[in-house]
Structure formats: C-alpha cells, structure tokens
C-alpha cells in the first residue's frame, strides 16, 4: 500500500517466526537491501600465511564462525571459509565443498563464492572470479534404517589451479525453535587438512547465559584466546580464536575425532543432572501405555501353572524371565527404522505407536522396553549415549549434542541393554556402547551424571575351541572341530546362520576364505535364535591342499587361523593417534595336527 517501512516490519516479524521463509527474505532484501554480513575475516588477514603441510591439497587459510542468538535460543549463522589449493585433484569431488544440513531443522543459502588467483607482481595482489554454480543434493542413507531429509548445498571449484585462493560464505537460519530457551553448539575444530585460522563470535541476548569451554586433547600444540564482553545493547559477546590447527591424521582403528581433536562448546545447560531432567520430562509424555500393551506385559510375567493337590495355581515368572521376554520382544518384533524428521531427531514417538507399528528408531525402542519394564514391576532407564566410535570427551559441558544414541540402564542387574541390538543376548553389549560416555535419565533423587559405560571382562568375549587337522603325504586334509563364539562374537554367527537352509552354503564360504576349497562334510550349529548362550559350532571338513609338501618336508600355512591382526591394527607405517581395539577378548583356541 505504499507503506514500506510499514512492509519492512511485518515481513522482518514473518523472518522472526519462520527463518526459513523465502519469498519475506526476498521481499525484505528487495525493500531495504540485503542484510549486513557480521563477518570480519577477509582475504588480506590470511593470504599470505606459510605452508604447514605441503603434501596436503588444501590448506584452510582461515574460517570464521559467526552465531547470532535470539531470547528463544534459536540462532541464525554465518561462516566464511578460505582455503588453498598447493595441488589440483584430478576428482571433482575433491574439489568441491560441501555444506550438510537438514531442511526441517534449518535453511542454507550460500552468499558468495570466489577463486582468488594470484597475480604475478612485487605486491601481492589477486584477480577475482566468482563460482556460479550451486548443487542441491540429497544424502539421506536409509540403508540402515534411519530416514530422514538429510541434504548438502555443494560448491563446485572446477576450473582451479595451484596456488589458489578459495572462498566461500554460507548463513543458515534456524527453522523456529524446537526447544525454546536451549542453546547447545558442539564444534570439532581440526579437519583433515591444516587450518591457520579458526575464529567464532556468538552474540548472546540479554537473559541468555552461556558457559563456553575448550577441550584441548593431550599433546596439543597450538595457540588459542577467547573473551566474553558486554554488547552495547545487552547480553554478552563471545569471541574464541585458534591458530595452527595440524590435520588430523587419516589413520585406521583411531578414535573418534572429537577425542583427539580441540572441541569449543557453549550451553545454556548448567549440569548433567538439569540435562537428564530435561530429556527425561521431554519423554515423559511419550510414554503411553495401551491395553494391548498391558495384555502382553500380563503374559511376559506368567509363570508356569502348577497342580498341586488338583488345584491350578497361577505363579509369576522370575525377573529375569520376566526381562528376557520383553528384551526379547522389543528387539526382535520392533525392527529398527527411524523417522528423524523435525523434533523427533530428538523426542521419540510415542511408546503406544511404536509398538503398534512394529518399528522405531534406539530411542523410540529404548523408551518402549522402559515403558513394559514398568508395567511389569521392572525398573529400566533410558540412557542416553556417546558410542565409542564418536570419541570420549574429557570435561565436556552439559550437552545434548555429545550423544548419538540411546539404550536402557537396568539398575538391579547393573548393566546396559541395547534394543537395537538384533543377535545380542542379555549380558551382550555391542562394542560401541562399551567404555562409551553415558547418561541416565533417572529419578530426581539418583546421582545424575556423565559416566562410563562398563567394558567386558576378557572371559566375556572371544573364541573357545579345538581343531584336530589330520593331514596326508600328498598335503590333504581332514579337518575336525569344536568351537563356541562368546560374547561380541556370538552375534555375527547368529546372524550369518540364521536361516536353516542356508547354513551349509555359507558356512562353507566363510570357511573357505581360510582354507580355499574346502568341502563341508557335516555340521552342527546352535539354534541362532537362542541368545541366552554362546554360538556353537561343531563340523567336520576336508581341504584339497593344505600343506606342501617337499620330501620330508612339510610347510603349512596358517596354522592356528586366528590372524587378519596385523592389516586391522598395524596398517601404517607410522601413527601418531591412539588405537582403539575394542573390549578385550580371549581367543583359547587348540590346534592338535596329525601326520
């Protein structure tokens, strides 16, 4: 109506409520002109930084995070990121940048790309050139059961050369505020190239306190500030820098990144225990019991019926019975699949629907398990989870972003059960979940805090058997043996052997990637489905050539089978990041040859 400041507002007030309202951001821009980018790194600050690592093809020169805060917590973000190509890759993936996020979550819009090529001269000057192209990608992985609307905006450096200078600038807006009030920013600093320079600034309103802290992994060497001072207008102004941040080396069995690298947080949560109080209420209305529900927690807990003096008395199942069913049920009838779209990234459904469609995602099932354990007079917790694979981090702040799953506690039995855990018993934990970095989410009145999840004892896990190996002159052989997977190594077997009428055939696949060859004569295994024990194995095979024979000489290769050691654990020449192992294991294994 001619009114602009009048549209100006209302369409500021519409991007208030709804970041990620395009057609108000376009409008906006179109009457005031586009908004001010808070950033202050620029080329000339880092370009003429030396080389920290010349056999890398990047090196990030600088990047810069900039976080403005709104009083419900929800943010609106800029980063700028300026690298170095010192060698060109021949694949164009290897050129290109990749910005992830998840479209119900938050939106992305890249502000600006540009190649910087230097120009000869005595004074170090630049000429500029932007990169149009933008690609909108999905990247949802639903092959293992968690769908959701993961995607990547990528940006192309197709047609660059060595020495050159790449820049990107990219603002993501919250899309509204899913837990108002709660900030919660987890950031990994070192990448797998050198960075010169890491700066955040995060501007918090007034009414809006953060704790921030610095992890610095041992033996980490490089320079790092930060400040936090009042803003004019209110609220305070954090300020962290970092320099010289090495690569993270690329090598195997190492752990997960934010345990050998610097990690910056800030939080509104105060401890452990206001998050556990938190989550915990957050589920609290998730948990609904329906009678289909209560009729088979009634079945779970009935006992054998017994006749004494021609009376029929109904007795109870034991806890533990009791427990192994409804583990049972939740594990194998619930399948595993995830919807992660908006607020249930975080919240499970409700504990009524996920049992009456049969599938959820490890906090929808360990939710569900709590809910029957319950009604059973059974006491289990959610438990929130940092699997090992992730990497511990000492001193974290109180976090929801530290945890990437979810299991139950059993305080009576003092242990972990996984849900999701398809082939694993009761007292069979996935190596993830063991030594990993847990919360319970228990009553108000339980010590609430980050702990360490129990690791097997050696007995617990590994291989117990004997092999008896009659070999012939012509270098042949019959093979005999015994042997029972224990613990972690029971549940490959159960499910590699699951189907009745596929065990023979692979079962001699799998043997005959040891002894090629190898004719299966007979077998015996113990029933996949029963997990209250080890996997037992008893066969008898025979091997065309499994030694070689030179007159009374005899040569046989791979003679006690356990190896594969040295190309898991020891495939670098040189490391210099721990090696995770896993639970330690027992391999008792005897090998009895007969010539």
């Known amino acids: 109506l001619g009114d602009r400041p009048a549209a100006a507002k209302v369409l500021a007030d519409v991007l208030v409520a709804d970041p990620a309202h395009a057609e108000a951001r376009r409008n906006l821009e179109r009457l005031v002109g586009a908004e001010r980018v808070p950033l202050t790194l620029t080329l000339d600050e ?39 190509a010192q060698s060109v890759p021949e694949q164009r993936d290897a050129k290109t940048l990749r910005i992830r996020f998840d479209p119900t979550q938050e939106s992305v819009r890249v502000l600006g790309a540009y190649v910087h090529r230097p120009v000869p001269g005595a004074i170090p000057t630049f000429d500029t050139r932007p990169v149009p192209d933008r690609l909108l990608q999905s990247i949802s992985e639903d092959w293992y059961g968690l769908y959701y609307d993961l995607r990547q905006l990528a940006v192309p450096f197709d047609h660059i050369q060595r020495g050159d200078v790449l820049e990107v600038t990219w603002r993501s807006d919250a899309v509204g505020q899913l837990f ?23 501007d918090a309103p007034p009414g809006l306190s953060l704790t921030t802290r610095l992890s610095r992994p041992p033996g980490a060497r490089f320079a790092a500030e930060e400040t936090a001072v009042p803003r004019p207008g209110g609220g305070i102004r954090h300020t962290f820098a970092a320099r010289d941040l090495p690569a993270l080396p690329a090598e195997g069995a190492a752990p997960g990144a934010a345990e050998v690298a610097p990690v910056w947080q800030a939080t509104t949560f105060r401890s452990w225990r206001e998050v556990a109080l938190w989550y915990r209420r957050l589920i609290e209305p998730q948990r609904v019991l329906s009678p289909a529900m ?98 511990r981090l000492d001193g974290a702040l109180p976090s929801l972003s530290l945890f990437d799953h979810a299991v139950v506690w059993l305080p009576t039995r003092d242990e972990l059960v996984d849900p999701t855990a398809l082939h694993f018993g009761l007292g069979e934990l996935p190596r993830d979940d063991q030594g990993a970095q847990i919360l319970v989410l228990g009553r108000p009145e339980d010590p609430l805090d980050l702990a360490i999840s129990k690791v097997d004892p050696p007995a617990r896990n590994g291989v117990v058997g004997t092999w008896i190996v009659t070999v012939d002159p012509r270098g042949r052989a019959g093979i005999q043996g015994t042997v029972s997977f224990l613990g972690t190594q029971a549940p490959y077997y159960r499910a590699l052997l699951l189907d009745p009428a596929a065990q023979a055939q692979r079962l001699a696949e799998l043997m005959n990637r040891r002894y090629p060859g190898l004719s299966l004569r007979d077998f015996r295994v113990s029933a996949p489905t ?60 005897t090998y009895r040859y007969v010539l």
């Open 46 to 84: 880092v370009a003429g930084a030396p080389i920290l690592d010349p056999d890398q093809s990047f090196e990030v020169l600088g990047e810069e995070l900039f976080v403005q805060l709104r009083p419900d917590g929800s943010a609106t973000r800029w980063t700028r990121r300026i690298l170095r």
């Open 180 to 202: 108002p009030g709660v900030v919660d920013l987890f950031e990994v600093l070192s990448d797998r190239v050198p960075k010169h320079l890491q700066r955040i600034i995060v």
């Open 294 to 391: 209560k009729a088979f927690v009634a079945t779970a807990t009935a006992g054998t019926p017994a006749s004494p003096g021609g009376r029929t008395l109904t007795t109870r199942a034991t806890p533990g019975e009791i427990l192994t069913r409804l583990y049972d049920y939740v594990t194998r009838e619930v399948r595993y699949v995830g919807l992660e779209f908006g607020i249930h990234g975080v919240k499970p459904y409700r504990s009524d629907l996920v049992w009456s469609r049969r599938f959820g995602d490890c906090k929808d099932k360990a939710t569900l398990l709590s809910v029957l354990l319950a009604e059973a007079g059974l006491r289990g917790e959610v438990t929130l989870v940092r699997t090992r694979k992730q990497g």
């Open 530 to 589: 029963d997990r209250s024990r080890p996997f037992d194995l008893v066969f008898h095979a025979e091997v065309p050539v499994l030694a070689q024979v030179d007159g009374r000489r005899l040569t046989i290769p791979r003679p006690t089978g356990l190896d594969g050691q040295v190309d898991r654990f020891a495939t670098e020449e040189a490391r210099s990041l721990p090696i995770v192992m896993g639970p330690p294991m027992r391999f008792a294994v």
